[in-house]
Each structure stands twice: as structure tokens, then as C-alpha cells.
């Protein structure tokens, strides 16, 4: 009886003994240049099994990063900086009875200003409550938002004319008496002036820009990451996008 219970001891004993600490090594690069980001990055490693968290410093400049961790586990990797696109990976580990170095690579996506989002006809002519299919393309921006938490975005909502008003027909001019006497030199015929464009409906801009700016309040720090500009003027028949979306500054929201 004793023998079984001194060879069950050791069982685990020796699971665990095979379970060394490995070295994990390797480089983050930018998928979109091939080259090291050039700004802060964490790897944040989750074990699971154990449910412990590592937070792993990435070299801003080399792209390099070193951390040992416990062999035979499998751990959920997050890539997190104010200058990428988040991104989760997992990587598995093996039992190892010996200390090793094991390299893992990986690449994340880069922020870059001016990526364009969505560009999406929101609003239908004189109207101010947002079409379905612009607020399907507004929720895939402001998932990122909440996906990527320091990500800068600029909204650029175009300007609409106010719609004109029904053409009048002029009115027949008439006939001038011609004094008798000394004719009188005829007088230069002034040249024609173009047509002037209605003028922007302002009401009409305000109560847009209020729709959108609803859709983006509960976006956390939405005062700093959410930018909003003046679009190109338009007149009140066209139906091209008048809601433009876009990546805004990279950087910081603590460099405020």
C-alpha cells in the first residue's frame, strides 16, 4: 500500500520536472513595410491553463522581444499599442524536460493617417435620419474604435444646398416710348451673370452632424479620438456619399 502511494507521488513529480522553462524569443515586424514599428507595443501573453498574464515590452526600434515562460502550455497572445490595429493570436508551447530557446515571429498591422473607413451616402436629399446601410458601415467603425482604444478617427460630413426654389417666368418688358427729338446713344448691354447656387442649408448640416455625433457618444474618450470637418458643399439633388470617414493622427490619447 505504501509503495502505491510513494509511486503515485512520483508520477506528478515527474510531469512536472518535464515542464521546463523555455526561453520564447523572436521579432513583431509591420506586415505592411516588412520593418519594426517604431512605437511602443506590449504583447500581452495569457496562460491557458493557468490563467496568469504576462505583459511582454516589444523593442520599439528592433522589433525584438525575449520572455521565458513554463513549457507545455498553450498561451493567447494580444497584440496592443496606440499606433496598430489590435490583433489576438495563441501560440503552443511543448513539454520540455531542458531550458530552450524557441523563436516565434509575428506581424501586425500599422495605423496610418488618412486610411480611408467608409465613404457612404448616410443621408437621402433634405432628410437628417441616417439610412440603414450607413448605419451598418458606421457600426463597423465604431467596433474598431471599441476594439482598438486609443485609435483616432475623422468624420467628414459633406455640406448640402438648400433645394431651389421653383423657376419664375420673367416678366414681359414693356415697350419704352422713344422721345422725338435727339436720339439718345445706345447703352452697352451688360454682360450676363452666372447663376448663383442656393446656399447651404445650415439647419439642415446641424441636425445631420448631431445623428452622427449620437452614433459615436458612448466611444470612450470620443472628445479626443472622434474629429469631426466640414465636407465638400453639394447640391440637393445629388446622390453620391456625403459621409466620409477616415484614420485620424497616430498617436497617444495620454500625449493630450
Do not use: C, W
Request: aromatic share 8%; proline share 9%.
Amino acid at each position: 500500500m505504501i509503495e502505491r502511494f510513494v509511486l503515485l507521488l512520483i508520477v506528478p513529480l515527474t510531469i512536472l520536472a518535464q515542464n521546463a522553462l523555455v526561453n520564447i524569443k523572436g521579432t513583431v515586424l509591420d506586415e505592411r513595410t516588412g520593418k519594426p514599428l517604431g512605437h511602443e507595443m506590449d504583447m500581452v501573453l495569457i496562460s491557458e491553463k493557468t490563467g496568469r498574464k504576462f505583459v511582454v515590452k516589444v523593442n520599439s526600434a528592433t522589433g525584438e522581444y525575449l520572455q521565458p515562460f513554463e513549457s507545455g502550455q498553450r498561451y493567447s497572445i494580444i497584440f496592443s499599442s496606440y499606433a496598430i490595429y489590435r490583433k489576438q493570436t495563441s501560440i503552443e508551447i511543448p513539454p520540455m524536460q531542458k531550458f530552450k530557446e524557441l523563436t516565434f515571429n509575428f506581424t501586425v498591422r500599422s495605423l496610418q493617417e488618412g486610411e480611408p473607413l467608409a465613404e457612404i451616402r448616410a443621408f437621402d436629399p433634405g432628410s437628417a435620419q441616417l439610412r440603414s446601410d450607413a448605419r451598418e458601415a458606421i457600426d463597423r467603425v465604431i467596433t474598431l474604435l471599441k476594439e482598438n482604444r486609443q485609435m483616432r478617427i475623422v468624420v467628414e460630413l459633406a455640406r448640402e444646398r438648400e433645394q431651389p426654389a421653383p423657376s419664375q417666368e420673367l416678366k414681359k418688358s414693356q415697350p419704352q416710348k422713344v422721345k422725338k427729338g435727339k436720339k439718345s446713344p445706345p447703352q452697352p448691354t451688360p454682360p450676363p451673370q452666372p447663376p448663383q447656387p442656393p446656399p447651404i442649408n445650415e439647419q439642415l448640416y446641424k441636425s445631420r452632424l448631431e445623428a452622427v455625433q449620437q452614433l459615436f457618444s458612448d466611444i470612450r474618450d470620443a472628445e479626443v479620438r472622434v474629429q469631426y470637418n466640414e465636407g465638400p458643399e453639394y447640391d440637393y439633388s445629388r446622390t453620391a456619399p456625403n459621409l466620409r470617414i477616415i484614420t485620424g493622427p497616430v498617436k497617444s490619447i495620454f500625449d493630450e
